[in-house]
Structures are given as C-alpha cells and as structure tokens.
C-alpha cells in the first residue's frame, strides 16, 4: 500500500544530542515536508522540499537540519542547538502543485 | 505574517448535536482552505476550498469559503463518538502550493 513511513515513533534522547527521525514515501510525491506539533498548538512548518535536492526553510528550521537525497525520503536532523526539541513530528508529502498533504503516522521525541 | 485562527479551541457536545467549527485566516496571496482530522497521530485531509459560497460535502460534513469575510466552517451534523478529534484548518499562501499556515485546531469531544 502506498503511505507516509515515519521512524521511529517514540525516541528519547539526552539532552547535547543530535536525532535523525526517518520519513520515507512511496507516492511518488514531489513534494515533502517537515512539520512540528505542540499540545494547545498547530502545526508549525520546520523544512520543505520541492524537488530532490533542494529544500527551503519553514517557519521554525533553526536547530534543525534535512536532507533530500532521494525523492523517496526526507529525512530530518533535530540538533542540540534546538531549545525545545521535545515534540511530535510529522512528516508530510504532497503531489506537485497541490495543497493536499498526506501525512505519517508522527514521532514522538523527547528529550530527557 | 501569515495567520490562521480557528473557534472554539474546544468542544463538547452529546451524540446528535451539530456542531460548527470557525476558521479565520489573514495570509498572503491566498490559494486555498483546507480541512484535516487528526483522531491519534496523522491528520487525514477532509476538504480543499478555492471558491467562494460553493458547499462541499462529505456524508455528514460539510464547508464553505467565504473570501469576502476571510473565513470558513465546517459543520457536522448528527454527531458520532467516532467524530471525537482534532480539526485542523490551514490556508495555503504565499503564491506557493508548498506551504500551508496551520490554526492551533479545535478538540471535539463528543459524548454518547
């Protein structure tokens, strides 16, 4: 089935430490994206990516870092530079040139 | 900066009522409304809405876009338990299809 692969879904982390969640897609979506939620809170975007290899900032990326390798996957660094990185993570794709995202299942970090 | 606000924050109601929830949105170069459903984890799109005054349903769903006023509903009539969630409303702006702006979401709770 075609879907959104989010991992892991839960993560501790120390604090100092740097995480990498993994989103992989098999929807042969252009376009993928990095989200963050906190309790009483929308989704604020953290990273996007149009295309392969290329990839902009949202309106939180700093203390965190993506890649976009390949077209499948997105994967997104959570860095000790980030102040609050305890949070839930989404991950979303979405065809080119639509506003219709399709989104995992989330990670939950937190940081100890 | 882009906004989006949704009312109430919060909501209870019995099993039947017909609830109303309020998006209002101040963004650049407005595209689009959308809708989603987060029950746990991933948000499930509901409705996209480009044009003023034109009704989208979806069995006991429905929305419209007023753009005049920068608003939208969503309504559910004869509510079910199994409506118990988060909605979430976002506008798509920025002459981009790539970047939604989030409201903080209303919780429905609906009681049996």
């Known amino acids: 089935d075609g879907g959104i692969t989010q991992s892991p879904k839960y993560l501790f982390r120390k604090e100092g430490q740097n995480v990498t969640l993994s989103c992989e897609q098999n929807l042969n979506h252009d376009a993928m994206y990095w989200y963050r939620q906190d309790p009483g809170q929308g989704l604020r975007l953290i990273y996007y990516s149009q295309i392969v290899n290329d990839f902009q900032k949202g309106d939180i990326a700093e203390g965190y870092s993506v890649s976009r390798e390949k077209k499948e996957s997105f994967p997104l660094t959570v860095t000790s530079a980030q102040k609050n990185p305890t949070a839930f993570y989404l991950c979303?794709?979405?065809?080119?040139?639509?506003?219709?995202?399709?989104f995992g299942e989330g990670s939950r970090l937190t940081v100890l | 900066e882009d906004k989006v606000v949704q009312s109430p924050l919060s909501l209870v109601v019995h099993e039947g009522d017909t609830v109303t929830l309020n998006c209002s949105y101040e963004v650049t170069n407005f595209r689009s409304l959308l809708w989603y459903k987060q029950e746990k984890k991933a948000p499930t799109f509901l409705f996209m809405l480009t044009s003023s005054g034109i009704e989208k349903k979806s069995g006991r769903l429905s929305s419209i876009l007023d753009k005049k006023e920068l608003f939208s509903i969503l309504n559910i009539t004869a509510t079910q338990t199994g409506d118990s969630a988060i909605y979430l409303c976002?506008?798509?702006?920025?002459?981009?299809?790539?970047?939604?702006?989030f409201g903080k979401g209303t919780l429905l709770t609906v009681n049996p």
């Open positions: 976002a506008a798509n702006s920025g002459g981009s299809n790539y970047k939604l702006t």
């Open positions: 979303a794709s979405s065809r080119s040139g639509s506003g219709e995202l399709f």
